[in-house]
């Protein structure tokens, strides 16, 4: 059974920082490219952060460059999205996801192209 469970959600003054995890279990993790993305209210959910199966290529979008880093520990079967210098429009759901990764280059950022998910975390970015 695939699962996917993310933690370390939760509120932070602005300027903060926060890491969350995803811990997977069900499928070959090092074979699968991953990715965190998030949904405010009212708003589309959206790729934040992305990594390939071989752990070389990684997308961030403008929004978050410099800020979000995410990471994989293959041996853990896990995915870490490190959040520095959170702003309030960060606020939102996030969510973890997983897609068999093709070539250990293949990077997809939509959320059709992924397969697994996890149920969410909030993150709140408030003073």
């Known amino acids: 059974q695939v699962q996917l469970v993310e933690s370390g959600g939760g509120l932070v003054q602005p300027g903060g920082s926060l890491r969350l995890s995803c811990a997977t279990s069900?499928?070959?993790?090092?074979?699968?490219?991953i990715a965190w993305f998030r949904q405010a209210p009212g708003k589309e959910r959206e790729a934040i952060s992305c990594?390939?199966?071989?752990?070389?290529?990684?997308y961030y979008p403008d929004s978050v460059q410099g800020r979000f880093t995410i990471s994989r520990d293959n041996a853990k079967n896990t995915v870490y999205l490190q959040m520095n210098s959170l702003k309030p429009e960060d606020t939102a759901v996030y969510y973890c996801?997983?897609?068999?990764?093709?070539?250990?280059?293949?990077?997809?950022?939509?959320?059709?192209?992924?397969?697994?998910w996890g149920q969410g975390t909030q993150v709140t970015v408030s003073s």
């Open positions: 990594m390939s199966s071989s752990g070389t290529v990684t």
């Open positions: 996801a997983a897609v068999r990764g093709g070539s250990g280059y293949y990077l997809p950022r939509l959320q059709s192209d992924y397969d697994y």
């Open positions: 069900g499928f070959i993790f090092n074979y699968y490219a």
